[in-house]
């Protein structure tokens, strides 16, 4: 059998198991092919027995390939310089991304396996440009090649264009033709700049007479651009359509959801809208699934960290917390954990306010207050679906905490998150919230506390010596006031920031028995944090000395978001 015959059997056995086509459509496709030899493929997308869209995934799976959706894909005004239209529509490819350094440029193509068109792609565009290939439909390429050659792009562009022209706010929620309007473009372009430069958040903040537009970059908040106030209205309609929000209410906060495709991968949006003085402020938080979950050695953490967190992973029954503020990677912690511990006879659960990002393999549910699934209801729901290991997104009340203990005692594994200012303080917090100090004696695994600093950039990092009060910031936590630390400068690497990437700072309280009988007792935090230090417990304060020794950070980034002014 060819290898054509065999990839061919094998889209066709797929497409009857997903029940996407019949055996009789099949063998009807089959039949035809004999006599035209056409592409089995687009023989049963011309017949009208499948979709283009499903057709594209199950060639991508078939094959082993990643797939793209161009309905829905926001074009890349960098990648679409690289690449004219008359090369686009000659090969019939749409490019989809260039990468940030410009090396590597993502193609969308009908067969991502086709090397004679990439070799004459190659030497078109030349240069030393890898690419890299998507699979696409036929039919998506060419609407794609229309829709991204066909408009000013970029946002400098589209201002000009608004600029000089009418806004017909009824177009904005037009199911058709819908691209043709420069605000939906503009708003995507937006949308798709602030992934390219790996925001967490995107700001829309209207000013009296302007519109304030802010990027969340490495947990800091940077202004991107400004625009005049005649923009908002239009803007914050476009973004109520796309999150299914009432474009009618202004007067009331509301929550939406939408996803995009941007640079050639899912994208969700996560949006919030509040009314202010001048007009609604509109927050998007993104969620891009292509760099979310983050193995647990890529975390950063340091090696003697890493091993306890594993330690604490390999018990079978208890609840491990994981604590500190919003935005310092709580959840990042708790998804690279359970892909470490993610397995075939391993049934994990997981109750979220929402699912951040999906996961295969792993059951997620979101809590939903309109049919009354809290925290408390759902783990009580996730426990009837036999469970060994159970995510809760956070601990806010009573009844939540009582749930997630009675999970733990009864022989599962519990992962939650508590806002709480240090592993120690996370006893205290839950007595408060209403947990028996009996009950956390024996059933905590262990509690992480931490906060994510951003690290200097190796390019442009300046050597430094420390001034009278960092001597002694450094000397009351690591004992030597001296020694070279490292201060930020600013370079085009950096985008002139000094900064570039996060890394985590972690203290790891691992409990034992002296450290339970202590809890049993209600002892203060003093006494604890004497028995932990016996037991090798460091402070989030010594860690973040550490990196700055090591020159990973700065000691002005460690005091951001950690106090280490106490005990000066």
């Not at 998150?417 to 303080?425: P, V």
């Not at 024996?442 to 442009?460: F, H, T, W």
Request: glycine letters at 8%; charged letters at 25%.
């Amino acid at each position: 059998m060819t290898a054509v015959d065999k990839q061919r059997r094998l889209l066709g056995e797929l497409l009857i198991e997903h029940g996407i086509v019949s055996s009789d459509q099949l063998h009807i496709a089959l039949t035809e092919q004999k006599k035209s030899a056409e592409p089995l493929g687009r023989l049963l997308i011309r017949l009208g027995f499948v979709t283009e869209a499903a057709m594209r995934e199950a060639l991508g799976e078939v094959l082993g390939q990643e797939s793209v959706d161009l309905r829905v894909a926001v074009p890349d005004t960098q990648a679409l310089q690289r690449l004219p239209r008359t090369l686009a529509r000659r090969f019939n490819t749409v490019p989809v991304s260039l990468d940030v350094a410009g090396r590597v440029l993502t193609l969308a193509m009908r067969d991502a396996a086709d090397l004679n068109t990439l070799d004459r792609l190659r030497a078109e565009i030349g240069g030393d440009m890898q690419l890299n290939t998507l699979l696409a439909g036929e039919a998506e390429i060419s609407e794609a090649i229309d829709r991204f050659y066909g408009y000013e792009l970029s946002i400098n562009g589209i201002l000009h264009e608004i600029e000089t022209g009418e806004i017909d706010y009824d177009s904005l929620s037009a199911e058709t033709g819908e691209y043709s309007h420069p605000l939906v473009r503009l708003v995507n372009a937006v949308l798709a700049d602030a992934v390219r430069h790996g925001a967490s958040d995107v700001h829309f903040e209207p000013e009296e007479s302007y519109l304030r537009v802010r990027y969340r970059i490495d947990g800091v908040l940077r202004q991107i651009r400004s625009l005049h106030s005649d923009y908002w209205s239009a803007i914050a309609v476009r973004l109520k359509v796309m999150s299914a929000m009432n474009i009618a209410e202004t007067r009331a906060p509301q929550d939406g959801r939408f996803s995009l495709s941007i640079a050639g991968h899912p994208v969700d949006f996560r949006v919030s809208s509040l009314p202010t003085t001048h007009g609604e402020n509109i927050v998007l938080r993104v969620l891009d699934r292509h760099r979310g979950i983050v193995p647990l050695e890529r975390l950063g953490l340091a090696r003697d960290t890493l091993s306890v967190v594993r330690l604490m992973m390999a018990r079978p029954a208890g609840m491990v917390l994981v604590t500190g503020p919003t935005g310092s990677g709580k959840t990042t912690t708790l998804y690279s954990m359970l892909n470490g511990l993610n397995a075939e006879g391993c049934n994990i659960m997981t109750l979220e306010d929402p699912v951040e990002y999906p996961m295969t393999m792993i059951r997620q549910a979101s809590v939903n207050e309109g049919v009354k699934l809290d925290f408390a209801n759902g783990i009580r729901a996730l426990m009837r679906q036999d469970p060994d290991i159970i995510l809760v997104g956070e601990i806010r009340d009573e009844a939540t905490a009582e749930m997630a203990f009675r999970a733990a005692m009864t022989g599962h594994q519990v992962f939650t998150t508590l806002h709480t200012g240090s592993a120690l303080g996370a006893i205290p917090r839950l007595v408060d919230i209403g947990v028996r100090p009996e009950v956390l004696s024996g059933n905590i695994i262990g509690v992480l506390a931490q906060r994510l600093v951003r690290k200097l950039c190796p390019a442009c990092r300046r050597p430094s010596r420390p001034d009278d009060l960092e001597r002694r910031v450094l000397a009351s936590h690591d004992g030597d006031p001296e020694g070279i630390i490292y201060r930020p400068r600013g370079c085009p690497a950096c985008d002139n920031q000094g900064y570039r990437g996060r890394v985590a700072l972690m203290e790891v309280l691992r409990m034992d028995a002296d450290l339970d009988e202590l809890i049993a007792r209600r002892a203060t935090a003093g006494a604890m944090a004497e028995v932990a230090s016996r037991s090798g417990f460091r402070p989030i304060t010594a860690d973040g000395v550490k990196r700055v020794r090591e020159g990973l950070t700065s000691l002005e980034e460690v005091s951001r978001v950690i106090d280490l002014t106490r005990g000066l």
